[in-house]
């Protein structure tokens, strides 16, 4: 058989993708009609969960662009028994996180040593006033019901999760 | 036509119908051809589905371009040359709209019926070249002075592979009156088998490949688009171009790949009719009188076939350098198209 | 009327000897060198803000040199007042379109100087992303290529199909663009369940795909005309100039650092050819990393064959202090070669971190090379170089 030369081949590609796209659809979601899922780990938003901040601080000092703005006081509280020792805790005045700075790096997240800080991956949170970016606790404390589960492992993954 | 229905028509009215046929001919098929090639075939070769926002399967999107190009700033730059800059646009539309009288629609719908219409056509297709490079010049850019200047040499180049591609046609129905080509064609049948007539495309073939790789560059479409070389000159000859200048810049595009299309198809593929033995008609004076109303919507399809191709090999080929693209015209399209031409002669004479 | 005719006056005399001085100025002033093109920094062409001088003679190029640093955005002296993992987050962000790629030899690097190695699943893992993005780097040229060459479909089959390949990523790290995945000790987190199937299904889409942008784009003789014997780089030149990665190999110099070298990453494992072709023209540098995409989706094939088991971090201190040293790593990264050279002083970040960029020495031939080429070439040889802007200026 004679060979084909390229240009007719070329003209093939797009003949078939063309009928292609008319009898199976586009590979384009057609947004804000349809949404596409983002996996489970997509690094959407960040979530805190008040009640396990202790304002260590470790968050604020490792963020790479210092986003993040944290203020405590101590309080004092009863003891646990009769007869125990007053017990001071932090209370949280101020977490704010910036989103206009941050870089969803993660390192907030993975820092934390009492697992006050979420992943979620909910992305359509932007406003058209630029101060309206900065989130306060109350705003991050409401993202805490969009975070998923942590997803299954691979097979031949440790058992032992962090 | 002066009249209509039998009822008689001042000569003024007839002007008047005339002038705004002419428009609806360039302008439906130039917004067709836009929406339909440009935006839905295109985006479908990419995987992709196009505008779907403005009206149902964005069918208003012409509409929706028209105006925001309609409301944008007129801005001329400083150092241009203002008249030339303001009429670069107007020359390339007026060039489509003069090559648009002598196209027949049907047997009685004509607007002219010059007995040199094939000369007067390749005659003012030529006009665009003026406006391209007027656009070129006059846009004190040194982008689009390198667009103008190689749109002036491509353009040029394709003018004679163009004609000497439709001489063959010319030789074989032997008139340059547009309307008897169609008839020629319509009422001839190949070597007596009459139930397809004898559109030029099947005896001219050579002929209506280099008319339709000159239409491509002519029209300055890839894999000619060294003018507008949109990687590399940011639009060329049009980069100066902004708002109502633009749109006209783009809708002359179109409508003149339209036009041209047009012009495929009464050359090469029988135009505005049917095989005259489907219906037994014997010359153009038989013919019925419904054909008037059918006779455009047969030319419009067929020129969408053609403007398929066009477009199809518009979006699939890279560009070709401008020295290729000389080489290309001079060395292998005006050689074929001479020997095309002794081949079609010699033919016609011999049998 | 002549200057020899005696009914001349001396003041008409004197008026014609006026007229032909001001012509001989204006003649001058006309006299054309050439013309002074300014090609970017703000340009459809250019893969970012790179600025090419170019000086013309009608179409052809006299003299031409890039001017780089209108993205510099300062890394190395950032990195030295960051930690170890804020200069990771930093990192991904040189080469943008594979960006993992980045983060892997500073990793390396400061593994070294700590004496830690990665456990061997991590390793893997780290080399299966590694190939993933270079797949997602090069797939993005072979589409780019078409578009800088006129033809405009391919750019949009290449980011449909890579839209798969940064899915993959996604699931597995968080971030399309920027993962942020590598650590040292190990990996962040493991990969999550499903991902070897998935990732083999997206590699035979990725093979599919490179034999659709043969048939639609190398193998159209418009292309081959476009690019055969155009930017032709010598193998003497080649190494002079310190070109690596695939415009080295197109250039017939065999060599490539994954099989060369012998570092903590798994290519050793595998079995994969190095491309190289002896013609060193623009179609040799794109015909050799359409090869290579497809090599790398058949390794990426085989070190998921092949995963071992196991944990993904070494044991490490939750804070690290990377050892006083210095360290160099250089791996083959999708645009050539990059490597970093950390000095550490004992504490929580480097003292000074010198990144050396692949695409930094690629686009240094470009004076040399755009000698005498047509102004459409520019644009071939640019697009076949390959560089991306952020790899240049850091």
């Known amino acids: 058989m004679a060979k084909i030369p390229g240009l007719v081949k070329g003209l093939g590609v797009t003949f078939g993708t063309m009928m292609r796209t008319i009898t199976k659809g586009a590979n384009t979601v057609q947004y804000p009609h349809e949404k596409e899922i983002p996996p489970i780990r997509s690094r959407g938003v960040i979530a805190l969960h008040q009640d396990n901040c202790t304002s260590c601080m470790l968050c604020s000092r490792s963020c790479p662009d210092w986003c993040i703005y944290i203020e405590a006081h101590k309080d004092l509280a009863p003891p646990r028994r009769e007869g125990g020792k007053v017990r001071t805790v932090n209370k949280l005045d101020r977490f704010d996180i910036d989103y206009a700075l941050c870089m969803y790096c993660g390192i907030c997240v993975e820092v934390c040593p009492f697992d006050a800080l979420f992943w979620s991956p909910e992305y359509e949170y932007s406003e058209p006033n630029i101060a309206d970016l900065l989130h306060d606790k109350t705003k991050l404390s409401e993202w805490m019901e969009t975070v998923p589960e942590a997803p299954a492992l691979e097979a031949g993954a440790d058992k032992k999760k962090k | 036509m002066n009249s209509i229905f039998a009822i008689v028509i001042p000569y003024w009215g007839q002007s008047l119908l005339r002038v705004l046929g002419g428009l609806v001919a360039v302008l439906l098929p130039a917004g067709t051809i836009v929406y339909l090639f440009l935006f839905k075939m295109m985006s479908f070769m990419q995987s992709r589905l196009g505008p779907m926002e403005a009206g149902p399967y964005g069918s208003l999107q012409l509409v929706a371009e028209v105006g925001k190009w309609m409301q944008k700033e007129d801005i001329v730059p400083q150092r241009a040359d203002k008249l030339i800059f303001k009429i670069a646009p107007v020359v390339v539309l007026v060039s489509t709209f003069l090559l648009v009288v002598v196209v027949p629609f049907g047997p009685d719908a004509y607007f002219t019926n010059f007995e040199t219409g094939v000369f007067y056509a390749l005659a003012v297709s030529s006009i665009s070249v003026l406006g391209i490079l007027m656009a070129g010049w006059a846009s004190a850019n040194k982008y689009s002075l390198l667009g103008g200047l190689r749109a002036a040499g491509q353009l040029i180049a394709y003018e004679l592979p163009m004609v000497l591609a439709v001489m063959g046609v010319v030789i074989q129905a032997g008139t340059m009156n547009m309307q008897q080509i169609v008839v020629a064609q319509n009422s001839d049948s190949i070597f007596g088998f009459d139930g397809l007539g004898n559109p030029y495309i099947l005896t001219q073939m050579i002929g209506f490949i280099v008319f339709m790789i000159s239409i491509q560059a002519e029209l300055t479409q890839a894999p000619f688009d060294m003018p507008i070389a949109e990687s590399e000159l940011v639009s060329g000859y049009m980069t100066e171009y902004s708002g109502f200048r633009f749109l006209i810049f783009f809708i002359g595009e179109f409508a003149t790949a339209g036009v041209f299309a047009m012009i495929a198809s009464v050359l090469f593929l029988g135009g505005w009719g049917v095989p005259f033995a489907w219906f037994g008609w014997n010359s153009v004076n038989d013919v019925a009188d419904w054909m008037n109303l059918v006779g455009p919507i047969i030319l419009i399809s067929k020129m969408m076939l053609v403007v398929f191709i066009i477009m199809w090999i518009r979006f699939s080929y890279p560009r070709f350098r401008e020295d290729q693209l000389q080489r290309f015209a001079w060395k292998i399209l005006i050689p074929v198209s001479l020997a095309n031409i002794m081949v079609t002669a010699v033919l016609k004479v011999a049998l | ?394």
Not at chain 3, 11 to 16: A, N, V, W
């Open chain 3, 1 to 394: 009327m002549t200057l020899t005719s005696d009914r001349l006056g001396d003041r008409q005399k004197l008026s014609y000897i006026a007229g032909q001085a001001a012509d001989a100025r204006l003649n001058l002033e006309l006299e054309t060198e050439g013309m002074t093109l300014n090609i970017g920094p703000q340009h459809p062409a250019t893969h970012g803000t790179l600025r090419i001088v170019a000086r013309l003679d009608g179409e052809q190029v006299v003299w031409a040199e890039p001017s780089c640093g209108y993205m510099h955005r300062g890394y190395e002296k950032l990195t030295e007042v960051r930690t170890y993992p804020q200069v990771t987050t930093l990192v991904n962000r040189i080469d943008w379109l594979g960006s993992f790629a980045n983060e892997v030899p500073f990793i390396l690097a400061a593994e070294k100087l700590m004496g830690v190695e990665a456990p061997s699943r991590a390793q893997w893992i780290r080399t299966i992303l590694f190939e993933l993005s270079r797949i997602a780097n090069v797939s993005l040229f072979l589409g780019d290529l078409g578009v800088q060459l006129g033809a405009i479909t391919p750019v949009f089959l290449a980011f449909r199909d890579r839209e798969y390949v940064l899915n993959l990523i996604e699931s597995a790290t968080g971030g399309r663009f920027h993962p942020n995945f590598d650590r040292i000790g190990g990996l962040k987190d493991d990969l999550p369940a499903g991902f070897i199937d998935e990732t083999k299904a997206v590699m035979k889409k990725l093979r599919n795909f490179c034999d659709e942008i043969e048939r639609l784009l190398f193998g159209n003789e418009i292309f081959q005309s476009r690019t055969r014997g155009i930017g032709i780089i010598p193998r003497g030149i080649a190494l002079q100039y310190g070109l690596s990665g695939p415009n080295l190999r197109a250039s017939g110099v065999d060599w490539d650092l994954r099989r060369d070298q012998d570092i903590a990453m798994a290519w050793n494992k595998v079995n994969f050819k190095v491309w190289t072709h002896p013609d060193g023209d623009s179609f040799a540098r794109c015909w050799i990393r359409l090869q290579e995409t497809r090599e790398a989706t058949l390794i990426v094939d085989q070190l998921l064959d092949g995963l071992p088991s196991g944990p993904v971090m070494a044991k490490v201190p939750k804070i690290i202090k990377v050892p006083e040293g210095e360290a160099w790593v250089s791996t083959e990264n999708p645009l050539g070669e990059m490597g970093y050279y950390v000095v550490s002083r004992g504490d929580l970040g480097p003292f000074r971190v010198k990144i050396r960029s692949a695409s930094f020495n690629n686009i240094s031939i470009t004076p040399w090379l755009l000698r005498g080429v047509y102004v459409p070439d520019i644009i071939t040889i640019l697009a076949s170089l390959y560089f991306i802007l952020g790899d240049i200026d850091r």
